[in-house]
């Protein structure tokens, strides 16, 4: 597929994808998730790739879903473009590698909820954040009324979401809403050095820790211990990924995975 929106590298592991219509402040169409479902089954379904990063071109990470497609939408047609992105950002999770967000400037609206889907965020100290559509008359479509509370807890949800304020980087870490803040320039080399750092640990356990960690989220929690379990054990025995690190450390080498 031909990209039109979509910028992708890929480096020593690490999957580089850049959301570029900067004119339209990065704003998600139709095209932006059928590009986007097609880099993540790509990528996905690419060996050497053990993380992924995405950001923004421009001032903006994405500033929001893109009111001039929307505007003359049906009821019906606004339905499925919500479950279009909905799906799409639930891709995000369901890929078996860390993907994390480098929020360069807004992400407001739908790109928020493009934010939420990914597995961590890093933010510049220029990023701001919000859930505008009540502005609008609207509600989000793309589960930020589901993923926000379960980030940042109820009440800092409700007061995003019925306010519609836009709230800076260190509030965002604040709530829990970004892991790291950092000064513009310092962005993008800092999160490839931890999309670095995680590409040095055993494959299969990054994969799983994420996968039982995300489970785990859906679940009671006995269920998800047992889930932990079961693939704590299955990273044990005669050249499995548990026995190469455990006896690297013992030797005080560097696993080779």
Known sequence: MKYEILQIEITAGIALVTVSRPKAMNALNTQFFMEMDDAIANISSNPEVKVMVVTGDGKAFV???????????????????????????????????????AINGFALGGGLEFAMGCDFRIASTKAKFGQPEVNLGLIPGYAATQRLSRLVGLADALFLLTTAEMIGAEDALRIGLVQKVLEPEELMETVMKIAKTITYKGPNAVKKVKAVTRAGMLTDFNSGCEIEANEFGSLFGKGNEGEIGMKAFLAKERPNW
């Open 63 to 101: 500033a929001g879903a893109d009111i001039a497609e929307m505007v003359n939408m049906n009821s019906e047609e606004a339905s499925n473009f919500s479950r279009i992105g909905q799906n799409t950002f639930a891709s995000l999770g369901k890929m078996e590698i860390p993907v994390i967000a």
